[in-house]
């Protein structure tokens, strides 16, 4: 398994469950790039998810309680799956009567979540989930660990080694590893990793995090065009995210970060004097049509689960379940066609 992001630890936690042999290696610490910078909205509505993406994003979701009981019975860690769903915040004078899969308020906005500044425009309800990244890949490596999976960090893989067509193994910085079969979870990294060449780019992603004055703050995740406010159950409130291209670039610009903060409190006003724990910048494994590459490549043994942009948190259940099909030659549960590698190839030819 090359990547120890989120993707890559569930999907050796699920082989290890089936029985295979599985060794994790990761070119720095497991789950500290875009995992762990990621903001854990399980965010599977129509009004963002590529129609493509759909299917499987809707049963990823309805996967995570047993996924979370199950890492969290494993692992002893609370991953904080909270399920109060997100409030969707549309500027007044825009013409959406609805967004799928919304539901209306049970009550005025101003007594389901008081400390919200007034609002104008319209706003829907959504039943969605969030679950803190950071405690997740605690969990899942947990997990993984405890049913035997290995983990090799701080050494990256600079090629995956092929013999009479087939794969053998991978070679890092420091040495060789042999395997009959390789997935490549390298994320943002994978396509720089010979001999496939995969078109992921890094897509850069700034955060901020405050600690909120009470725990009871705020409920609900709170998406408007300017800003997300997700909270956590220990009092934090993380508020996000850009969407930028530079690069392989992680550091946070000082203007960016206060232009978040700014928007926090116009939206939650008692966060003005609110203390900031932390900033940071996550670099999501983005792809040329914004979907996964999901499946097997034109090398028997390889195999490759990259590209999930935004939803690697969201899409990791059901991520290991098919990609763990389709390593033991079982037909998968879902059509990955729109996934595959060969995608890219043919657009190419």
Same mark, same amino acid.
């Given at each position: 398994?090359?990547?120890?992001?989120?993707?890559?630890?569930?999907?050796?936690?699920?082989?290890?469950?089936?029985?295979?042999?599985? /060794?994790?290696?990761?070119?720095?610490? %497991?789950?500290?790039?875009?995992?762990?910078?990621?903001?854990?909205?399980?965010?599977?509505?129509?009004?963002?998810?590529?129609?493509?993406?759909?299917?499987?994003?809707?049963?990823?979701?309805?996967?995570?309680?047993?996924?979370?009981?199950?890492? &969290?019975?494993? +692992?002893?860690?609370?991953?904080?799956?909270?399920?109060?769903?997100?409030?969707?915040?549309?500027?007044?004078?825009?013409?959406?009567?609805?967004?799928?899969?919304?539901?209306?308020?049970?009550? %005025?906005?101003?007594?389901?979540?008081?400390?919200?500044?007034?609002?104008?425009?319209?706003?829907?309800?959504?039943?969605?989930?969030?679950?803190?990244?950071?405690?997740?890949?605690?969990?899942?490596?947990?997990?993984?660990?405890?049913?035997?999976?290995? =983990?090799?960090?701080?050494?990256? =893989?600079?090629?995956?080694?092929?013999?009479?067509?087939?794969?053998?193994?991978?070679?890092?910085?420091?040495? +060789?590893?042999?395997?009959?079969?390789?997935?490549?979870?390298?994320?943002?990294?994978?396509?720089?990793?010979?001999?496939?060449?995969?078109?992921?780019?890094?897509?850069?992603?700034?955060?901020?995090?405050? !600690?909120?004055?009470?725990?009871?703050?705020?409920?609900?995740?709170?998406?408007?065009?300017?800003?997300? /406010?997700?909270?956590?159950?220990?009092?934090?409130?993380?508020?996000?995210?850009?969407?930028?291209?530079?690069?392989?670039?992680?550091?946070?610009?000082?203007?960016?970060? &206060?232009?978040?903060?700014? $928007? !926090?409190?116009?939206?939650? %006003?008692?966060?003005?004097? !609110?203390? =900031?724990?932390?900033?940071?910048?996550?670099?999501?494994?983005?792809?040329?049509?914004?979907?996964?590459?999901?499946?097997?490549?034109?090398?028997?043994?390889?195999?490759?689960?990259?590209?999930?942009?935004?939803?690697?948190?969201?899409? $990791?259940?059901?991520?290991?379940?098919?990609?763990?099909?389709?390593?033991?030659?079982?037909?998968?549960?879902?059509?990955?066609?729109?996934?595959?590698?060969?995608?890219?190839?043919?657009? !190419?030819?």
């Amino acid at each position: 398994m090359v990547g120890g992001g989120i993707i890559g630890l569930s999907l050796a936690w699920e082989l290890r469950k089936q029985g295979a042999s599985v /060794l994790v290696v990761e070119r720095g610490e %497991p789950g500290h790039e875009a995992s762990r910078a990621a903001g854990g909205m399980l965010a599977n509505c129509a009004d963002e998810t590529p129609a493509a993406l759909q299917a499987l994003a809707n049963a990823s979701a309805e996967m995570y309680p047993e996924f979370v009981h199950q890492l &969290q019975d494993e +692992s002893g860690v609370n991953v904080d799956l909270r399920s109060d769903g997100t409030l969707v915040l549309v500027p007044s004078g825009n013409d959406k009567k609805n967004i799928p899969g919304t539901i209306p308020l049970s009550a %005025p906005l101003a007594e389901i979540e008081p400390a919200l500044a007034a609002e104008t425009g319209p706003v829907f309800l959504l039943k969605e989930r969030s679950v803190c990244p950071r405690a997740l890949i605690e969990a899942t490596l947990k997990a993984a660990r405890h049913h035997g999976a290995n =983990v090799s960090s701080g050494s990256s =893989v600079m090629s995956v080694d092929v013999m009479d067509g087939h794969v053998t193994g991978v070679t890092t910085e420091k040495t +060789s590893y042999y395997a009959p079969k390789v997935v490549n979870c390298a994320g943002a990294w994978a396509g720089m990793i010979g001999p496939c060449a995969f078109p992921t780019r890094p897509v850069k992603g700034q955060m901020v995090c405050f !600690a909120m004055p009470s725990r009871e703050l705020l409920k609900h995740v709170v998406r408007s065009p300017e800003v997300y /406010l997700i909270p956590r159950s220990d009092g934090r409130l993380l508020a996000g995210a850009t969407v930028e291209e530079a690069g392989f670039d992680k550091r946070t610009v000082p203007d960016t970060i &206060q232009r978040l903060q700014r $928007a !926090a409190v116009s939206r939650l %006003p008692a966060l003005s004097n !609110a203390h =900031v724990l932390e900033d940071w910048a996550g670099l999501r494994p983005g792809t040329p049509d914004g979907l996964p590459i999901l499946g097997s490549t034109s090398i028997p043994g390889y195999f490759v689960a990259t590209g999930h942009f935004r939803d690697g948190i969201l899409l $990791a259940p059901i991520t290991a379940r098919v990609m763990a099909q389709v390593i033991g030659g079982i037909r998968p549960e879902h059509d990955l066609a729109p996934f595959s590698v060969e995608r890219f190839a043919l657009r !190419a030819a």
